[in-house]
């Protein structure tokens, strides 16, 4: 296997070739390269006595943490799967990924959300049993059938957790091996765990890292969740690198500017809203911003920051990418003054643009976005039928429409599907619908996007209720969130007698027309700010 390369590879390299390096802070805690290798060895061998081995996974939940890269490589050392989940999402989205996964291990911070269901049983096929278990009691091996998962708290349950395991040697993983689980792609009404295997990982970090221009003293702040693919793509090529990464639990605009200061914060996971609520944040200029080397945005933030000249920057991060290539497929910044605002293919991937039938269709015209290459993912866990239709004539189909340009740079057009971009968040239409018909009330509905300044789109439901029945705009906004993160719940509600279809699905064009609809992805932002 002296081809192979996984991630835990990459931490074992650095633990000896940069003993002195920091590799992660978390708050109080600070570890080198040497120190998380150790540590990284002992979770994999307590992992392992509770009966994690190579397909497994691991799960968790919880916000930003140094435990999520410490899972992640000890998953890597393991040949397991490691699943950071949205702890933003309800009760009942939290409990499909469990029921979907099976993990054997579930590591959690407490909310309400995961107490709820750390205290009580997840029902999943196999029938297991997901209550809480003590770490100390953790020592039982599973049953046969490794029915009853491990529930370990974060903090100090996970610390001894830690300590408990010995340093020792693991048997070589193949790099091809799936390692990380991320959930998208709920066109169905219900999300898909996309597979990242080492290989994937280590070729996309690659590929960023030289359109970043990313040296050794690279320091990231995971200030974006985890469980996003935008924030994880980041995190790992700067281990890949060598660098920094440092860790804060979610995004607040003073801790952010702070740990910039404090730990020279080369980088970090910001966007449109999240950089103004920074230049707020430092006003009065208390912090020095000076080492973000950071994409030019306004004249405020480019006089707090270095703004940066790597080509990733110089692009304003411009491309096309999805969860299921871990992260880019084509960058702006490898075709300065392209046609195509897309950009070009990374270097470790090829494009092309497809008919239904898997021809290539000429250039300049409109087909589906498909590619192949080093960093595409490895399907979606546990569902072949989706697996087999995504990867026709021997393609990833990325459910994107596109165009070739005549400099060959690609165009990215809009979604194949009907997707709703809302902030920096992706809601299914299918999904939210899904929710609505369960209300007694309802008949039908469908889901729709309406422009909005602040945050792209807004989702907007038009429901038909059933005869005789009645219902607010506020009962199924309730209704909506008692099931649904946050972002994903309706903010405006309009009634209809009927919902128009084209076939079975919903007529979306004409939803858009009658209901304001618009600003979906591609398409110029317009509209009024949230209120």
């Known amino acids: 296997m002296i081809h192979d390369l996984t991630l835990s590879d990459v931490l074992a390299e650095h633990a000896r070739s940069r003993p002195l390096k920091t590799a992660a802070v978390d708050g109080g805690t600070r570890l080198t390269y040497p120190r998380l290798d150790e540590r990284v060895s002992r979770l ?34 393991l040949g397991a799967i490691c699943c950071p989940a949205n702890w933003r999402q309800s009760a009942d989205e939290l409990r499909f990924v469990l029921t979907d996964l099976a993990p054997r291990v579930v590591v959690w911070e407490h909310s309400e959300t995961a107490a709820a269901l750390a205290g009580g049983p997840v029902t999943v096929p196999g029938g297991w049993d997901a209550g809480p278990r003590a770490v100390g009691a953790a020592a039982r091996e599973p049953d046969a059938e490794g029915a009853t998962p491990l529930w370990v708290r974060a903090g100090e349950e996970y610390e001894e957790l830690v300590a408990g395991g010995a340093v020792r040697e693991f048997p070589q993983v193949a790099d091809t091996e799936p390692v990380l689980a991320l959930y998208t792609a709920a066109f169905g009404g219900r999300p898909c765990a996309a597979l990242l295997s080492n290989a994937a990982l280590v ?200 165009r070739r340009e005549p400099d060959g740079t690609i165009t990215f057009v809009g979604p194949r599907l009907r997707l709703i971009k809302s902030g920096n968040e992706n809601v299914y239409p299918a999904e939210v619908e899904r929710v609505l018909k369960t209300h007694p009330a309802v008949a039908d509905a469908a889901v729709i996007g309406v422009p909005d300044r602040r945050w792209r789109q807004a989702v907007k439901a038009i429901v038909a209720l059933r005869p005789g029945a009645t219902a607010t705009s506020a009962d199924l906004t309730a209704h909506a969130g008692a099931h649904l993160a946050g972002y994903k719940r309706p903010r405006h509600v309009e009634f209809a007698d009927a919902i128009p279809r084209k076939g079975p699905a919903p007529d979306y064009d004409a939803l858009d027309a009658a209901h304001g609809g618009g600003g979906y992805p591609g398409a110029p932002v317009t509209g009024s700010p949230a209120d």
């Open 44 to 77: 994999s061998d307590a992992l392992a006595a509770r009966g994690v081995a190579a397909g497994e996974r691991v799960v968790w939940l919880g916000q930003n943490s140094h435990a999520v890269l410490e899972l992640l490589l000890a998953c890597s050392r």
């Open 203 to 402: 070729a996309h970090s690659g590929a960023l890292l030289a359109v970043r221009r990313m040296e050794p003293d690279f320091t990231f702040l995971s200030s974006g969740p985890l469980f996003h693919v935008g924030t994880m793509m980041f995190c790992l090529a700067t281990l890949q690198i060598g660098g920094t990464n440092v860790f804060t639990p979610a995004f607040d605009p003073q801790e952010v500017c702070r740990l910039i200061e404090a730990e020279k914060v080369t980088q970090a996971f910001l966007f449109g809203q999240m950089i103004d609520a920074l230049v707020a944040a430092n006003a009065d200029r208390r912090y020095d911003l000076s080492s973000l080397r950071f994409v030019s945005h306004s004249p405020a933030w480019d006089e707090m920051i270095t703004v940066d000249d790597s080509p990733w920057c110089r692009s304003s991060m411009g491309g096309y990418g999805q969860t299921e290539v871990a992260g880019m497929l084509t960058f702006l910044g490898l075709a300065p003054g392209a046609a195509g605002p897309a950009g070009r293919p990374s270097p470790f991937t090829q494009v092309r643009i497809l008919d239904p039938d898997g021809a290539e269709v000429p250039q300049g015209e409109v087909g589906e976005i498909c590619a192949r290459g080093k960093s595409l993912f490895s399907g979606y866990f546990a569902r072949p039928d989706l697996n087999a239709s995504k990867s026709l004539y021997g393609w990833h189909h990325t459910g994107d429409l596109g």
